[in-house]
């Protein structure tokens, strides 16, 4: 276990992007993972899924990376 220092207007974003039931490292890990991550996963998903789901599955990635940089204020 490690410390991190972060300033307060970080804690306070990061704590507004938290979800209830996650802790501060649980937080880091899903924000930290990289759009590899993402893609290999969707790509084991559309094995499962019909026709259509590799071109939902992006369209939601693209969705969550839009918002997450909107919560991010860039």
Known sequence: MS???VSEDVKERLRDLKREDESFNDLL????????????????????????????M??????LNESLEERMGR
Do not use: M, N
Not at 58 to 63: G, L, N, S, V, W
């Open 3 to 5: 410390t991190i220092r």
């Open 58 to 63: 992006q369209e939601a990635h693209d969705e």
């Open 29 to 56: 890990d899903r924000l930290s993972r990289t759009e590899k991550d993402v893609e290999r996963i969707a790509e084991d998903l559309s094995s499962i899924g019909g026709e259509d789901f590799e071109a939902d």
